[in-house]
Structure formats: C-alpha cells, structure tokens
C-alpha cells in the first residue's frame, strides 16, 4: 500500500500577536511547527503500516526551503521518504491553488492508495484543501475521521464526526481521509528517526518539475484573497434568574442558551 501524508509548517499560534495599526499578524520570531492536525494523519499512516507488510509512506509538504523542517520531525516520527513542494510562484495560493499544485504533486509520485491530510491548518482554519484535493484527483474523501473500523487493499470503513454524532462511511480506494485528534495520539520521534531524518535527502519539486499551469497558482490561480485581519471585540453580557423557583430559573436558563443556539 503507498500512503501519501499531506503536512504543512505554520506558526506557532500560541506565540502570535497582532498589530492594531497595521492590522496584520504579527510573524517575527515566532517558531514555525508542524500543523498539529497532520500529527495525527502521519500516526494514523503509520498505524496502517504496521498492519500491512510493504506499505510506504510519503510526505508532502508545500512551502518555502524551511519548511523542510517539518518533513524531517515526521521522517524522525516513522515515514519513509519525503518530498517538498516549493517555488516562488507558489507564493500566496489560496486553497483553491494549493489543492492545485498538491494534487500535481501527488499525481507525480505515481500510485497511491490513501492520502491523508489533518482537518485543517491553524493558521487558516478552512478545512478546504484535503477535499480540494479529492476532488482534482477525481477520487472519494471522507472528512473529520474520528476512527477507521476497518481497511483493506480495496476499501475503506470509517467513522466521521458530525454535529449531531458520528456517521460510518464505506468507500473505495484509493481516497482522502482528513483527521481529526479524537483518532488517535501522534507518537514522539525516536532516536533512530531523529538520525534517520538528519541524513535524509529531501527533494524539491519546482513548477518546472511538476510542469503546471502557472496561471492556476500564487495570485493569479486564487479566487480569494484577505481583504484584512483583525482581532474580534470580546463582549461578556451577564444575567441573573432571581426566580425563587429555582425550577423557573433553569428553564429561563435553558430558554436563553437555545435563543443564542449555545444548545
């Protein structure tokens, strides 16, 4: 089985700030990570080859020179080779441009099974590109995956979370699964990862290598674009039921949460 693992290197959100005059996130010296999202679709790759004898796995990863980093710490966690995906024409691709040039990527590795991304990336939280993707390469996708019940070389049963509970899809291979952290927990890099993943040459696919369309990436392939960021105004409203029925007051209670849709 060949598993292609989607990760992605974004800053540490817990060290961002941001600027109320040029309303803008603030990204200097704050540490760059592996999107923890996709922590957990690399330990799910690597369940699923402990289970079948000759599975690969193969990560990739779009960004600039550095986020070669991230492909190294997944390397040191288990996964087999890794290939970054970089070009100054990728510059400012939206989802759309990013599922693009992703989906070219992986068309190049040749045959693949299942492909696995996090749910999201937290600096963009929009949980678009693992379907972008299914979607270029023509191929079924089950999102927010909570547990796979069972896999073999032909198809797939998982559970996917949903609002109201959970939702159990069968489909074929090969597909795109996104993950999300009740699926499993990310292992820690071992010693013998770490100095695999030191030595480890990484490859780095260009728009030239991968021979894409120009026009659908960066700026020019992205419909969307940020008009402006900002930090939301944080109100607090407080209320008091004074009822001496106390059964009165959890019901104005209950009333006013499902007036604000809480429940």
């Known amino acids: 089985m060949n598993i292609i693992v989607c990760v992605k290197q974004v800053p540490d959100t817990s060290q961002m700030k941001f600027d109320p005059e040029t309303k803008t996130i603030i990204r200097e010296n704050v540490e760059n990570i592996v999107n923890p999202f996709d922590l957990y679709a690399v330990e799910e790759a690597l369940r699923i080859k402990e289970k079948f004898e000759g599975t690969t796995i193969t990560a990739i990863c779009m960004g600039p020179k550095q986020a070669e980093n991230a492909l190294r710490e997944v390397i040191s966690m288990g996964v087999d080779k890794a290939i970054l995906v970089s070009d100054k024409s990728f510059a400012a691709s939206d989802t759309l441009a990013t599922s693009y040039i992703l989906s070219e990527a992986i068309k190049k590795t040749g045959q693949y099974d299942l492909i696995l991304f996090g749910k999201m990336a937290i600096d963009g939280d929009t949980a678009q590109v693992g379907p972008g993707v299914a979607s270029l390469l023509d191929i079924p996708q089950i999102t927010f995956i909570r547990k796979i019940e069972n896999i073999t070389e032909k198809n797939i049963?998982?559970?996917?979370?949903?609002?109201?509970?959970?939702?159990?899809?069968?489909?074929?291979?090969?597909?795109?699964?996104?993950?999300?952290?009740?699926?499993?927990?990310?292992?820690?890099?071992?010693?013998?990862?770490?100095?695999?993943?030191?030595?480890?040459?990484?490859?780095?696919?260009?728009?030239?290598?991968?021979?894409?369309?120009?026009?659908?990436?960066g700026f020019k392939g992205s419909p969307t674009w940020v008009v402006k960021a900002f930090s939301p105004t944080i109100t607090k409203e407080n209320m008091i039921f004074k009822s001496d029925n106390q059964s009165e007051n959890v019901g104005n209670l209950v009333s006013k949460l499902k007036e604000k849709a809480i429940i």
């Open 157 to 217: 049963i998982a559970e996917r979370a949903i609002e109201t509970g959970y939702e159990t899809i069968e489909c074929e291979l090969p597909c795109v699964l996104t993950c999300i952290k009740e699926l499993n927990e990310p292992r820690l890099p071992s010693l013998r990862g770490k100095m695999k993943a030191k030595k480890e040459e990484i490859p780095v696919w260009t728009a030239e290598s991968l021979d894409i369309d120009l026009e659908k990436c």
